[in-house]
């Protein structure tokens, strides 16, 4: 079979902000495709064939969200092994052992599952992961922390499929220099980057591994199927997962540590023999000129707006003075007129003049708020 993954980075129901992603099956000689999945079922994080078998496994819908596993000769759901905030999919050489990974945005859980017994072998926790991947033995899992999506933290951890951590290496640069420089064209941020690129080494040769079965576990039974995203130890250390937040939960990691609610990598002991840790290089000169420059900018603007508002409120004042000083005056025109209404004779007054004389208290009343007002 073949899988065609379409992707669009509009979501025309509004469900997404990533976009919409539709997963098809077809068979090479097929000229219609069998529709997998759609926006309806949300997002397809990752999809994987297995490298043995004829069957595939995606990663589908919005966190926490289903790991599916499908059979490759008519793309039909076999199994799920379960919802988890998992976005990676990695298979080990012989399709034995598979790694669901919760990179990039999420808190880095990783999983190792057992798929000839569909059992899960070991929870971990991986962190601020870039690239990983199993190796030619099958039993080793490399994850590592590179640029340039990581300019900080950068390290290689070497896992064993049961969990372990076997060894991590950090790259830490021993003296963290000032935040920017000025390259005459502007600021430039400073990078602390070290690591770009971590892989595997090609087995050649006549060497070869053999597929083997997963050790027994030393207590217990494995459970079926992935775990609640309840309790995720971390190999490094870290503490449990926590739903719904906390520096070790599901929030970003990577602005957790650059805020220091976390702790960053420490340093590797290659870098220097010195007990002292890495210090932050105070603001250079120009970066406080520019500080000061802005502030100014800002007090200049903000002084600006003060004074337009001080303007506009005198037009208005003006506005409201000059309109009562026009009703003032045609109200002091309409009492001239029942004065000269009061001298003429009852037989003389029109119905107008009565009209208006009825209105005379009403008018001086006006009259005496309006020149207050005007007076004020």
């Known amino acids: 079979g073949l899988l065609i993954l379409a992707t669009s980075d509009v979501d025309e129901t509004g469900n997404s902000y990533f976009g919409t992603s539709y997963l098809y099956w077809m068979k090479p000689d097929s000229k219609a495709p069998v529709a997998v999945y759609g926006a309806k079922e949300g997002q397809v994080q990752d999809i994987a064939w297995s490298p043995t078998a004829n069957e595939f496994i995606a990663i589908v819908g919005a966190p926490p969200s289903t790991v599916a596993l499908h059979d490759g000769k008519t793309s039909k759901l076999t199994n799920t092994l379960g919802k988890a905030r998992r976005n990676t999919l990695k298979w080990n050489p012989f399709g034995k052992f598979l790694g669901i990974g919760g990179f990039g945005t999420l808190a880095g859980d990783l999983d190792f599952y057992d798929r000839s017994k569909d059992e899960c072998i070991a929870s971990l926790r991986a962190p601020l992961t870039v690239g990983c991947e199993f190796g030619p033995d099958g039993r080793h899992f490399l994850a590592c922390t590179v640029a340039p999506r990581m300019n900080e933290g950068n390290q290689i951890s070497m896992y064993k499929y049961t969990g ?213």
């Open 164 to 376: 372990e951590l076997l060894f991590k290496i950090d790259y830490v640069p021993e003296v963290i220099e000032g935040r920017h420089e000025d390259t005459g064209a502007g600021a430039r941020t400073k990078t602390q980057a070290l690591l770009f690129a971590a892989s595997w080494r090609p087995v050649g040769g006549s060497r070869k591994y053999e597929d083997r079965a997963a050790s027994p576990p030393k207590s217990g039974k494995r459970k079926k199927g992935l775990p609640e995203a309840t309790a995720v130890p971390s190999a490094s250390g870290a503490g449990a997962y926590r739903a719904g937040g906390g520096a070790a939960g599901g929030m970003n990691l990577v602005a957790a540590m650059m805020r220091g609610e976390i702790q960053a990598a420490e340093r590797p002991a290659w870098t220097s023999s010195s007990e002292q840790g890495p210090t932050t290089a105070p603001m250079e000169e120009w970066e406080v000129k520019k500080l000061m420059r802005e502030a100014e900018k800002a007090a200049a603007a903000k002084a600006k707006e003060e004074e337009a508002a001080a303007l506009q409120a005198r037009k208005d004042t003006e506005k409201a003075e000059l309109k009562d000083e026009r009703q003032l005056k045609k109200l002091k025109a309409q009492l001239e007129e029942i004065e000269k209404a009061k001298d003429k004779d009852w037989d003389e007054l029109t119905e107008e003049d009565e009209a208006l004389m009825e209105e005379e208290v009403d008018i001086r009343a006006k009259i005496k708020e309006l020149e207050k007002r005007v007076r004020a």
